[in-house]
C-alpha cells in the first residue's frame, strides 16, 4: 500500500491505466498506529526489556493467507508526526521470505552494528511489520503500482 496522509474511511476507486474503465470502487478504512489492533506483537513483553536477548514476534498468519508455507518479509518502520504531516520511514529489513506459519523470533545483538541514520532517534514509535511475499498456491501475481 502506498502511503496514505489520512485516517478513517477513504473512497477508493482502482481502473487501468490508460483506460476510463472503473474496475472497482468501495470504501477503504484507513487506521493510525495508535489505533490499528495489533496484529503483531510481543507476547513475551521482551521488547520492554532495555536489552533483550531475543525478541519473539507474532503475528496472525490468518491475516495474510491460510496458506502456512507462504513466505512474509518482516520490518522494522519508525513513525512520528510533526507539524505538517506525518511520517513513516524504514528503518531495516528484519527478514526475507520466511515462513508465514505466525512466529519469528528475532536477535537484536545481530542489529548493533549496523550503520542507521541518526534519524531513527526522531521517531515516537517503532513499528514491526509482516507482508506477504508468495502466497504458495497462487496461479496469479499481484502487483500495485501508485
Do not use: C
Not at 487506521?31 to 489492533?37: K, L, Q, W
Amino acid at each position: 500500500m502506498p502511503p496514505v496522509y489520512a485516517a478513517g474511511y477513504v473512497d477508493l476507486m482502482v481502473e487501468v491505466q490508460g483506460s476510463n474503465d472503473l474496475h472497482w470502487k468501495g470504501k477503504f478504512l484507513i487506521e493510525t498506529p495508535f489505533t490499528a489492533p495489533a496484529h503483531v506483537d510481543f507476547p513475551n513483553n521482551e521488547h520492554l526489556e532495555v536489552d533483550p536477548e531475543k525478541l519473539y514476534i507474532w503475528w496472525d498468519h490468518q491475516n495474510l493467507t491460510f496458506t502456512f508455507d507462504s513466505r512474509v518479509d518482516i520490518n522494522l518502520w519508525g513513525y512520528r508526526e510533526n507539524t505538517i504531516t506525518p511520517e513513516l520511514y524504514h528503518i531495516d529489513t528484519l527478514a526475507t521470505s520466511v515462513s508465514n506459519d505466525g512466529s519469528y523470533t528475532v536477535s537484536p545483538k545481530d542489529y548493533r552494528n549496523k550503520k542507521l541514520s541518526n534519524k531513527i532517534l526522531e521517531f515516537e514509535i517503532g513499528l514491526i511489520t509482516v507482508n506477504l511475499t508468495s502466497a504458495i498456491g497462487s496461479n496469479s501475481e499481484m502487483q500495485f503500482t501508485p
